[in-house]
Every structure is written in structure tokens, then in C-alpha cells.
């Protein structure tokens, strides 16, 4: 479920909330395992800043994973729950019509998770993006 609150024509706040009541079936039919791979808890949380008069906009977003069992091909085990926060920032440039510029922090506190088992461990990821539309 999600719901958006517009607190003002420039401001509003998310979010977003899933949950899978069984994540995991044990010897179904005499057959292995079965994992649906997915956390059964997520959520998100947002509030987001836009003003097309100055041509910004801003956002901060909270994410929540709830720990899981995986077990897909050679990734098996144990994946542990997670929060990580996430920003963006994007300006239309005045001087230039259709350029936006768009400033990304996905995992801004470097919270060091993994989503796989066996997977590398991931921390922050900034990016920097240059659209142009015509």
C-alpha cells in the first residue's frame, strides 16, 4: 500500500508499505525448499521539495528490508534486514532550456548491506546525471 500527503503545492510527503505473510515453504510435495526470495516486511518513507519556479527539486527517502531466507541457484542463506537513505537533488538550468542536472545519493550513511547471499557487500553510490530534452 502507498499513500502521498501534498502538504503544499511544493511539498509532500510518502510513503509505501509491503508485506507477504509466507516467504518460505519448507519440503513442499516432498520437494525442496521453496523461497519466494522477497522479505515479507518493506517500507518507505519520503518527503520531497518541488518548486518549478526555480526549477528544483529535492528529495530524501528512508528504505526498510526486512531480513530474509534466499535460496535461488547458488545463493543460499541468510539475508539481513536493512535501512538505508537515500537523496536527490535535480535544477533545471536557466541558461540552457531542457537541461536538467540531477545530483543522486543512493545509501548516503554507507550502511555496508548485502541483498544476496555471497554477494558483495554494497555501501553508497553517488551519481551524477546531465539530461537534455528537446
Not at 523461497?35 to 518527503?47: F, G, H
Not at 530474509?68 to 541468510?78: A, D, K, L, Q
Request: zero cysteines.
Amino acid at each position: 500500500m502507498g499513500a502521498t500527503f501534498l502538504a503544499t503545492d511544493e511539498l509532500s510527503f510518502s510513503g509505501t508499505y509491503s508485506y507477504v505473510s509466507k516467504n518460505f515453504w519448507e519440503q513442499v510435495s516432498s520437494f525442496a525448499d521453496i523461497a519466494l526470495n522477497a522479505p515479507r516486511n518493506k517500507a518507505l518513507l519520503a518527503a520531497a521539495y518541488r518548486s518549478a519556479r526555480l526549477g528544483l527539486s529535492a528529495e530524501l527517502r528512508g528504505r526498510y528490508v526486512g531480513g530474509f531466507e534466499m535460496n535461488s541457484g547458488v545463493f543460499i542463506g541468510p539475508v539481513e534486514s536493512y535501512t538505508l537513505f537515500d537523496a536527490y537533488v535535480t535544477y533545471a538550468l536557466p541558461f540552457s532550456r531542457g537541461t536538467e542536472v540531477t545530483l543522486s545519493g543512493l545509501n548516503i550513511l554507507d550502511e555496508r548491506h548485502q541483498e544476496s547471499p555471497g554477494a558483495p557487500s554494497l555501501g553508497r553510490l553517488v551519481t551524477l546525471r546531465v539530461r537534455q530534452t528537446f
